[in-house]
């Protein structure tokens, strides 16, 4: 199925062999050579049209929810300053040098995941499809919230904000405060119903799905019809869309933080924020969580960063690119922090309560406790508007990453055979587009929340740990550092400094494999709020979600296996041995003609 399972002649190798002997003699034509050995994707395939658009193509990606929500509570919760240990060391052990791992794979080969990872191992070529699969699964209810930001933007509009009160139709007068509970666990505030039974409409659990929430779905709709305008022409109008989807949103969190630190207790908030509790650097989980809002925040294992490499010229930075996404990336969380903080501390004094009385776990950080703070803030019909505005933005960097992942591998497996059907390939776009609104669906039944919580724990902590682990063995351990090496040196002109290469053979190996330990020791349930439990159906449905994606590994594996001729022993070696090989020939020789490139000589790959 994909580039690694493919074979070749003898007569074939001939023809191949003249022909690289024969390009020592004459100018690198780079995208000829790829054309000629990767296949007809690369030879027609489209690249940014500046290295700009990729980068914040790249960085609006990175940059997404999780870093306005999950990476504020995960600090809260981990010991507030502590928690930047382990999460600077994971960055820096992991997330930097595996982004620039899929970098490099997605830009040499331009191909995407699935036809990348067969190439570099054709004996975890399924690791390929797991992340296109993920990300498909991902990105189905990932567009639900930002049909929920499209509904708070729709009705911040409003003379008096509708989460403001208790004085509303859809309030349960009896339990509910004007301002945040506090320890008073009978009271729910203003705001959090206005989530639960105005925008949720939410059931007692997952087991009554209620009916379907007929707003939500045309938001819904409207959602995916942004998503397919923005992306239907491929990289040439997602990049352009990118200049303003990637940077506007730091315009509002710079706003917003000089808007925040001049209200009272502002500084008890960024305060709790940094103030580190020691004892927690003792707990795994506290390591667990920063590895895994390090790999989910970046995108590692998603495909989504081989994919839009894929895209970039041959000879593209990608080192230097690599730094400034990873970096922005944190830069964000950091600055995210400090205005989610300094909102919570402003709560905490406005209603007299302690700072941890105050965050709200998942997407209730977001949706609940900013909402009521825009009620107390001034000009909240301004504010509360751009926020969410903000929000759509940081959330469609990233959908339109995921999107493009399918579409990619879509041409790239099945190109000319779905194009002589669809025509087109705004068509193919389409397709996805609509696959992934029906699949929604379920999310935006009154019901749909207890879905969207179950998927999200199996799909966004379960499945990524695993695709991680493999995609890092496949890469580091069987492809092996010597050809990471003088891949990465062919396109940038010198190999990878030792920092890079110690990570990859040592460090991200064995720290992938000890979070997946720890993940599977300290295994929890899903779980929704601090009551809900799921039923065991459920959770047997949970981890069903999760080897839709997995399963993917061991068939690929087993059919490379059972293709594969010989004895089992020859079988698996040749499963091993990638089709991007060194040349036995001409393998990096000590001297060379001045009028003879370098890069020629580094590396043949099969032909189809």
């Given at each position: 199925?994909g580039v690694?399972?493919?074979?070749t002649?003898?007569?074939?190798k001939?023809?191949?062999k003249e022909e690289t002997?024969?390009?020592?003699?004459?100018?690198?034509?780079?995208?000829?050579?790829?054309?000629?050995k990767?296949?007809?994707?690369?030879?027609e395939?489209?690249?940014?049209?500046r290295r700009?658009?990729?980068?914040?193509?790249?960085v609006?990606?990175?940059?997404?929810?999780?870093?306005?929500?999950?990476?504020?509570?995960l600090?809260?919760r981990?010991?507030g300053?502590?928690?930047l240990i382990?999460?600077?060391?994971?960055?820096?052990?992991?997330?930097?040098?595996?982004?620039?791992?899929?970098?490099?794979?997605?830009?040499?080969?331009?191909?995407?995941?699935v036809?990348?990872?067969a190439?570099?191992?054709?004996?975890?070529k399924?690791?390929?499809?797991?992340?296109?699969?993920?990300?498909?699964?991902?990105c189905?209810?990932?567009?639900?919230l930002?049909?929920?930001a499209?509904?708070?933007?729709?009705?911040?509009?409003?003379?008096?904000?509708?989460?403001?009160s208790?004085?509303?139709?859809?309030?349960?007068?009896?339990?509910?405060?004007?301002?945040?509970?506090?320890?008073?666990t009978?009271?729910?505030?203003?705001?959090q119903?206005?989530?639960?039974?105005?925008?949720?409409?939410?059931?007692n659990?997952?087991?009554?799905?209620?009916?379907?929430?007929w707003?939500?779905?045309?938001?819904?709709?409207?959602a995916?019809?942004?998503?397919y305008?923005?992306?239907?022409k491929?990289?040439?109008?997602?990049?352009k869309?990118?200049?303003f989807?990637?940077?506007?949103?730091?315009f509002i969190?710079?706003?917003?933080?000089?808007?925040n630190?001049q209200?009272?207790?502002?500084?008890?908030?960024?305060?709790?924020?940094?103030?580190?509790k020691?004892?927690?650097l003792?707990e795994?989980?506290?390591w667990?969580?920063?590895?895994?809002q390090?790999f989910?925040s970046i995108?590692?294992g998603?495909?989504?960063m081989?994919?839009m490499?894929?895209?970039?010229?041959?000879?593209n930075?990608?080192?230097?690119?690599t730094?400034i996404?990873s970096?922005?990336n944190?830069?964000?969380?950091i600055?995210?922090?400090?205005?989610?903080?300094?909102?919570i501390?402003?709560m905490?004094?406005?209603h007299?309560?302690?700072?941890?009385n105050?965050?709200?776990?998942?997407?209730?950080?977001?949706?609940v406790?900013?909402p009521?703070v825009?009620?107390?803030?001034?000009?909240?019909?301004?504010?509360?508007?751009?926020?969410?505005?903000m929000l759509?933005?940081?959330?469609?960097?990233?959908?339109f990453?995921m999107v493009e992942v399918?579409v990619?591998?879509?041409?790239?497996?099945?190109?000319?055979k779905?194009l002589?059907?669809?025509k087109?390939?705004?068509?193919i776009?389409l397709?996805?587009c609509?696959?992934?609104f029906?699949l929604?669906?379920?999310?935006?039944t009154k019901g749909?929340?207890?879905?969207?919580q179950?998927?999200?724990?199996?799909?966004?902590?379960?499945?990524l740990m695993?695709?991680?682990?493999?995609?890092?063995?496949?890469?580091?351990?069987?492809?092996?550092?010597r050809r990471?090496t003088?891949?990465i040196?062919?396109?940038?002109?010198?190999?990878?400094?030792?920092?890079f290469?110690?990570c990859?053979?040592?460090?991200?190996?064995?720290?992938?494999l000890?979070?997946l330990?720890?993940?599977?020791?300290?295994?929890?349930?899903?779980?929704?709020?601090?009551?809900?439990t799921?039923?065991?159906?459920?959770?047997v449905v949970?981890?069903?979600?999760?080897?839709?994606s997995?399963v993917?590994?061991?068939?690929?594996?087993?059919?490379?296996?059972?293709?594969?001729?010989?004895?089992l022993l020859?079988?698996?070696?040749?499963?091993v041995?990638?089709?991007?090989?060194l040349?036995?020939v001409?393998?990096?020789?000590?001297?060379?003609?001045e009028?003879?490139?370098?890069?020629v000589?580094?590396?043949?790959?099969?032909?189809l």
């Amino acid at each position: 199925m994909g580039v690694g399972s493919e074979k070749t002649s003898s007569t074939t190798k001939g023809v191949y062999k003249e022909e690289t002997d024969n390009a020592l003699k004459a100018p690198l034509n780079v995208d000829a050579m790829l054309s000629k050995k990767v296949g007809h994707a690369t030879a027609e395939r489209a690249t940014w049209g500046r290295r700009l658009e990729f980068v914040l193509a790249s960085v609006g990606y990175a940059v997404g929810l999780g870093n306005v929500w999950r990476f504020p509570y995960l600090c809260y919760r981990s010991g507030g300053g502590a928690f930047l240990i382990p999460y600077f060391l994971m960055l820096f052990l992991c997330g930097i040098p595996l982004l620039f791992m899929e970098f490099a794979i997605g830009q040499y080969t331009r191909l995407g995941p699935v036809h990348a990872l067969a190439t570099i191992c054709p004996l975890f070529k399924g690791v390929g499809i797991a992340t296109v699969v993920i990300s498909f699964v991902l990105c189905t209810y990932y567009n639900v919230l930002m049909s929920w930001a499209l509904y708070y933007f729709f009705n911040s509009f409003r003379a008096i904000l509708p989460w403001q009160s208790c004085n509303n139709t859809w309030n349960a007068v009896g339990n509910c405060s004007s301002g945040f509970p506090g320890n008073a666990t009978h009271l729910q505030s203003a705001s959090q119903q206005y989530f639960d039974h105005r925008l949720l409409e939410i059931t007692n659990g997952i087991e009554d799905a209620g009916g379907l929430r007929w707003e939500l779905f045309g938001i819904l709709i409207l959602a995916w019809v942004i998503v397919y305008l923005c992306i239907f022409k491929g990289v040439k109008s997602t990049g352009k869309v990118v200049y303003f989807t990637a940077t506007f949103p730091y315009f509002i969190l710079f706003a917003l933080l000089i808007n925040n630190v001049q209200l009272p207790g502002a500084k008890n908030g960024m305060f709790y924020f940094l103030k580190p509790k020691w004892s927690k650097l003792l707990e795994v989980q506290v390591w667990v969580n920063a590895a895994a809002q390090v790999f989910n925040s970046i995108g590692i294992g998603f495909g989504s960063m081989i994919s839009m490499a894929s895209y970039n010229k041959f000879n593209n930075n990608i080192l230097r690119d690599t730094l400034i996404v990873s970096l922005a990336n944190s830069a964000t969380s950091i600055l995210a922090g400090f205005v989610i903080f300094s909102a919570i501390g402003y709560m905490a004094h406005i209603h007299n309560l302690p700072v941890d009385n105050i965050a709200t776990d998942g997407p209730g950080l977001v949706f609940v406790v900013y909402p009521e703070v825009f009620s107390t803030m001034p000009l909240p019909q301004l504010w509360a508007p751009l926020f969410f505005f903000m929000l759509l933005c940081l959330g469609l960097d990233s959908q339109f990453a995921m999107v493009e992942v399918a579409v990619t591998s879509i041409i790239d497996s099945f190109g000319p055979k779905v194009l002589r059907v669809l025509k087109r390939q705004e068509v193919i776009v389409l397709a996805v587009c609509v696959m992934g609104f029906l699949l929604g669906i379920p999310h935006i039944t009154k019901g749909g929340m207890y879905v969207f919580q179950l998927m999200d724990h199996y799909t966004a902590v379960v499945s990524l740990m695993f695709l991680s682990f493999f995609e890092v063995i496949a890469v580091c351990w069987v492809f092996g550092l010597r050809r990471m090496t003088i891949m990465i040196k062919r396109m940038l002109g010198k190999a990878p400094n030792i920092y890079f290469r110690s990570c990859w053979m040592v460090f991200s190996p064995v720290l992938v494999l000890c979070i997946l330990i720890s993940s599977i020791i300290q295994y929890t349930p899903a779980r929704y709020g601090k009551s809900y439990t799921y039923p065991v159906w459920a959770e047997v449905v949970g981890w069903g979600i999760s080897l839709v994606s997995i399963v993917w590994i061991p068939l690929g594996a087993l059919q490379e296996i059972c293709t594969n001729k010989g004895s089992l022993l020859q079988r698996i070696k040749t499963a091993v041995t990638p089709t991007i090989e060194l040349d036995p020939v001409n393998h990096l020789p000590a001297e060379q003609s001045e009028d003879t490139p370098e890069s020629v000589s580094l590396f043949i790959i099969t032909p189809l």
